[in-house]
Nanobody, 115 residues
Framework: VQLQAFGGGLVQPGGSLTLSCEAS????????WGWYRQAPGRQRELVASIRHSGGANYGDHVKGRFTISRDNVKNTLYLQMNSLNVEDTAVYYC??????????WGQGTLVTVSS
């Protein structure tokens, strides 16, 4: 499975941004998709995940502000981010998990929230 993330950039506090992650390869084996982020000097943390069945899970720091979704036809994962603040500045990675294999990671896309 190959993952390629898009959509990062510079946004002002309070603004919105949508990240995309295009998947190719053996995507039919994936049962959980997710977004993680890593800020400078901090560990990588879960932002949101979504199961193949559609159930979503969010980190406490983004609940009510971010929405994860997936287009199964386009094999694309999305992360809609609203009410961004400076603490959301990080490199965002998309992730995919299949049974019996190590997790797959995209290359990361930088989100910078700054005035």
């Amino acid at each position: 499975v190959q993952l390629q993330a898009f959509g990062g950039g510079l946004v002002q506090p309070g603004g919105s941004l949508t990240l995309s992650c295009e998947a190719s390869g053996g995507v039919s084996s994936i049962y959980v998709w997710g977004w993680y982020r890593q800020a400078p000097g901090r560990q990588r943390e879960l932002v949101a995940s979504i199961r193949h069945s559609g159930g979503a899970n969010y980190g406490d720091h983004v609940k009510g502000r971010f929405t994860i979704s997936r287009d199964n036809v386009k094999n694309t994962l999305y992360l809609q981010m609203n009410s961004l603040n400076v603490e959301d500045t990080a490199v965002y990675y998309c992730n995919a998990v299949s049974i019996g294999a190590a997790p797959y990671w995209g290359q990361g896309t930088l989100v910078t929230v700054s005035s």
